[in-house]
């Protein structure tokens, strides 16, 4: 077998997560206010940022999908906080010899508007990664009604990164 010589790999990562009563609704480690009080559910917080960014990142180097590294079944990552399950990914990315050049990612959701939080969610992610973040790109999109998000059933984001190998 060929050992590929390729510096970089592209990964694409999604998630989606349904909107329930009495949970907190918390993307990119940020925690907001629906305005119908609902929040994701999820056996983690249900970052659905979060967990689209590190399915990308795990799909750049063929190791799976986060629920490989963190599975629902096992109770020590019930409610876990996303943004360390990022750091654990992120470090065994860079023990493989890659890192972080970019992501681009967005959150489709009709309600609350993402806009006042963008800068922060960069922030938070661009900290976790170890990354500038003007290496983050968030961005939020509605779903014109239509679908799960735009019925307000669930929120979901899709991410894109680029990696390096150093």
């Given at each position: 077998?060929?050992?590929s010589k390729l510096?970089?790999?592209?990964g694409?990562?999604?998630?989606?997560h349904?909107?329930?009563?009495?949970?907190?609704?918390?993307i990119?480690?940020v925690e907001l206010?629906?305005?119908?009080?609902l929040?994701?559910?999820?056996?983690?917080?249900?970052?659905?940022?979060?967990?689209?960014v590190?399915?990308?990142?795990?799909?750049?180097?063929?190791?799976?999908?986060?629920?490989?590294y963190?599975?629902p079944?096992?109770?020590?990552?019930?409610?876990?906080?996303?943004?360390?399950?990022?750091?654990?990914?992120v470090?065994?990315i860079?023990k493989?010899?890659w890192?972080?050049?970019n992501i681009?990612s967005?959150?489709i959701a009709?309600?609350?508007k993402?806009?006042?939080?963008?800068?922060?969610m960069?922030?938070?992610?661009?900290n976790?990664?170890?990354?500038?973040?003007?290496?983050?790109g968030v961005?939020?999109?509605?779903?014109?009604?239509?679908?799960?998000?735009?019925?307000?059933e669930?929120?979901?984001?899709?991410?894109?990164?680029l990696?390096?190998?150093?």
């Amino acid at each position: 077998m060929i050992e590929s010589k390729l510096n970089f790999r592209i990964g694409n990562g999604y998630d989606i997560h349904r909107l329930v009563p009495n949970r907190k609704l918390i993307i990119g480690g940020v925690e907001l206010d629906h305005p119908r009080s609902l929040g994701l559910a999820g056996h983690s917080d249900a970052d659905v940022l979060v967990h689209a960014v590190m399915d990308a990142m795990l799909g750049a180097l063929s190791l799976g999908d986060i629920g490989k590294y963190f599975p629902p079944e096992q109770m020590e990552w019930k409610d876990a906080d996303s943004l360390i399950l990022l750091e654990n990914i992120v470090g065994l990315i860079r023990k493989k010899g890659w890192v972080i050049v970019n992501i681009d990612s967005v959150i489709i959701a009709e309600r609350p508007k993402m806009k006042p939080y963008i800068d922060l969610m960069r922030r938070n992610l661009a900290n976790k990664m170890g990354v500038e973040i003007d290496c983050i790109g968030v961005k939020a999109t509605t779903n014109e009604l239509l679908g799960p998000e735009g019925r307000e059933e669930g929120i979901s984001s899709h991410a894109v990164v680029l990696l390096e190998k150093v």
